[in-house]
């Protein structure tokens, strides 16, 4: 497939290289974008970009920045993303496992815990439910008691919040397992300068 994009680093095609095998052995491969990037993390296509206040070329750096985030994050906790993954039910098994029908708290009505879970990566270690990440653009007093009404239902869990790597001003949620990784600090990335005030 052609490539015209302008990629001025890395420079060598061997870094090029580790560049993708880096994502892939978090993410999995795709034959779209060569790796299965979460949602809203693939680098855009110039054919069909369609935004009309950020240029291409900005918009792919900052998403590559996001990538750059994401993997290295996932790289610090000894991460894989899991395709499983739906709510903090599946944070609580002991098997990476969807929520049986009609239980689900993120997808199933009343989905309680589906606000606060927009943009969601769930993460596996050692191939275990471990983390569940998310962007909501904001998080509502609804969203602030689910997350303590966790907290406080099952000891296991704990919550952290930053900025992460989704951008266009959302907030990052980490909620874990601190039985099997202690600490999990967010991602920490600024804005792009197309973003800031
Ligand atoms: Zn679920």
Redesign the pocket.
């Known amino acids: 497939m052609a490539n015209t994009d302008r990629t001025v680093e890395p420079s060598s095609a061997e870094a090029r290289t580790a560049l993708r095998k880096r994502p892939a052995a978090i993410f999995g491969a795709s034959p779209m974008d060569g790796i299965a990037w979460p949602c809203g993390l693939g680098t855009p296509r110039r054919r069909t970009y369609s935004n009309q206040t950020v240029p291409y070329e900005d918009m792919r750096d900052d998403r590559k920045r996001a990538q750059e985030t994401i993997t290295a994050w996932a790289e610090r906790y000894g991460l894989r993303r899991s395709t499983k993954g739906?709510?903090p039910?599946?944070l609580q098994r002991r098997v990476s496992r969807?929520?049986s029908s009609g239980t689900?708290?993120?997808?199933d009505p009343p989905r309680h815990d589906a606000s606060w879970l927009d943009h969601m990566v769930a993460w596996l270690h050692g191939g275990k439910p471990a983390v569940l990440t998310s962007a909501p653009y904001g998080v509502s007093q609804e969203s602030h008691a689910r997350l303590s009404w966790w907290t406080e239902a099952d000891s296991r869990l704990r919550v952290s919040r930053g900025v992460g790597w989704y951008g266009f001003r959302t907030t990052q949620i980490v909620m874990w397992r601190s039985d099997i990784l202690g600490v999990v600090e967010p991602a920490e990335r600024p804005e792009p300068f197309f973003l800031r005030d």
């Open positions: 739906c709510c039910q599946w969807r929520c689900c708290v993120r997808y």
